[in-house]
């Protein structure tokens, strides 16, 4: 089968290898339909990630289940699945308390003995506790609906995992930082929990812009740093917003976060941080809270799943440009050169 | 009248000062009964607070009313009153949503024009929104109350605060750093909270360890660092304990905190923190949030008030010394020293 792998720095290329095939009776074989190029995959292409020449990439997919393992349950030759961006058993504390992000058996795709999700099939262990069923051979989604059902995968999830560690609550004034794919799904997020006016930095980048407003904005602030700030406390006449989400991770965007959170209030963060230490005394006069990190993207999936087939949300419109796998080496330059949002892949038979 | 004044390091003396009158319209004058000193005013008589000689100093503090200005409401000469250790209205944003700590019309005891907390009288501002009473003329509290009702003022609404950003658990094991006064009132908090088990890392003082297992503490740790580690994990069989609590503030303890901290917990902490900066990577992965800070104690004393008057809880065990305020010196050498854990000192005619 062919698959995607990093070559090393802003080399990524569509290679031959070895069709999948299921290890231990826990394992499912997906067929992979629709494939997302993530954020955190920029990482790896610009060589940030400490990844090795020769490693396979990509964690957001859905697709068709082709071949199951004995031990799996409740899924069949033929289902329409989404997966999170971590594999997961399904059964240790972790994964029965709400933090699959953190199961014991679990971990990333890519990594080691695993296949990643920028291919045109997948071994997926654990299947039972991983995959998320959302359509079987007789009811396949409508086609219009596989990019928002992508963003199952990672970015939507874990825009509401920023939004719900902030505790963003109905009517309130909330500021979302970053306007990436993921900032743009907290936007969705933000609106979904009831928040009365979202504001959101962004960049100089008028596509991000028109869709941060699509999606439910109320202003978009396009300065940074202390600029950002004024331009902020401008539009609030003063008052620090009710709730701040920190969707990008850098060391200047959290300070940024930090200026503006409102006393009391609780910074929702998701972005791989890099480089970011916080000094506590900023935190400890105003009782600023600090939740959130890596999603447990699959605890969301059965929360969010009905919302997307609604079509209430419609998360997927982060995807602005749909290309081939074989046409991977291109996304990754696209996205690299913010060209556009978020690449959707398709694989073709 | 006297009060208690900081010299410089290691120097604190009883001097006449000026008695206090009333001010502005909503000021009261407070005739103080029992004065508590603070792990925090040791800061300032180590000299490591940045307090210019001169400065009053104490902020925890219960008496009776002597003189009101004309817009107090709710109280009586004659009424006794326990007071936070943050002055505030009672009316901004920050008073009414829970977070009188940051009152914007509020403030510390002892800066600038604000009398501070160790004297035979103190000019309240804000009364209405700053006191609270615990009696009147008629009904005095009883006198073995007043040293749990005195830590009303600081040490136990702090460890509630710790305690409940932390989200202490009904059944839970939590972990508390820090076995001062404002640990051993985190136990009490804890206890309070229904903590199932309740694991204490303090230092080898045995009146320490002896009062932290009076308070509710089924384990007392005494070692520190990696060892300290060792120990917790030992005792739960390798087990993360549910919550963590911080009440000490540097950089040591809240390693240890993060390294015991359970994945998808939040730490919460109350030390002010001396030093402290976190590499936000360490948090991501694992989802560990951080929630503390200045307590809102103003938030947390009439629901805590009931159940000291009761004797439901009975945190005032934290005094273990009771001397005069004419001893304070005597007061700060031994609690520098930890020669006694707290002291409160009693302020006669």
Redesign the interface.
Known sequence: MKAVVFNGPYDVSVEQVPDPRIENAGDAIVKIVAAGVCGSDLWTYRGQANVAAGARIGHEFLGVVTELGDQVCGLAVGDWVVCPFRFSCGECD?CT???P??CVNGGFWGREAIDAGQGQYVRVPFATGTLVKIGDSNSAPDVSLLPSLLTLADVFPTGVHAVT?AGVTKGSTTLIIGDGAVGQCAIVAARRAGAGRIIVLGGQHSDREQLAKQFGASEFVTERGAEAIAAVLELTAGRLPDHVVECVGTAGS?DTALQLAR??S?VG?VG???G??????R????????????A?ARKYIPELLPEVLSGAVEPGAVFTSTLTLDEAPLAYQLMDERRTIKVLLTCPE
């Open positions: 972790f308390s709400g933090l992000s953190s560690q959290f006393p009391g609780t963060y791989l941080p890099h970011v230490t916080l000094d506590l005394a935190l400890f006069g105003r009782n600023i809270g600090i939740a959130g990190g890596v447990p």
